[in-house]
């Protein structure tokens, strides 16, 4: 019984753990970029957009398709890495396992 109780006790502080890193993602920012940096974006661990940013020259009435495949591209760029980072974060707790529905 005081097995269980002890693995109760470690249960309850590993989730507490990844409670606080998984707060502390809000934080952490990942960067996306593409035609070699003429659009960048932020994002932070939740995966929430912060900022983008578009350089002038790119900016062209007559290619605005070209703009928008920059700024997709280098929004999931950013998606990506944030991604990256959350489950590095959580691979400490977790072993490395992918566990549905935690990130």
């Known amino acids: 019984m005081n097995n269980m109780n002890q693995m109760m ?3 309850k502080k590993m ?3 990844m409670l606080k890193a998984q707060e502390g993602l ?3 920012i990942s960067n ?3 035609g070699g940096g003429a659009v960048s974006v932020e994002v932070n661990g939740h995966k929430k957009v ?3 940013n578009i350089k002038p020259e790119v900016v062209d009435a007559d290619d605005i398709e070209m703009l928008q495949d920059l700024i ?3 929004v999931n760029d950013a998606l990506t ?3 990256d980072m959350a489950n590095d ?3 400490k707790f977790t072993g490395g396992m992918k566990i549905p529905g935690l990130f």
């Open 9 to 11: 006790k470690q249960v």
């Open 15 to 17: 989730q507490e753990q």
């Open 26 to 28: 809000a934080d952490k």
């Open 32 to 34: 996306g970029t593409s």
């Open 50 to 52: 912060l900022s983008i």
């Open 72 to 74: 997709i591209t280098a």
């Open 81 to 83: 890495k944030a991604e």
């Open 89 to 91: 974060d959580m691979a």
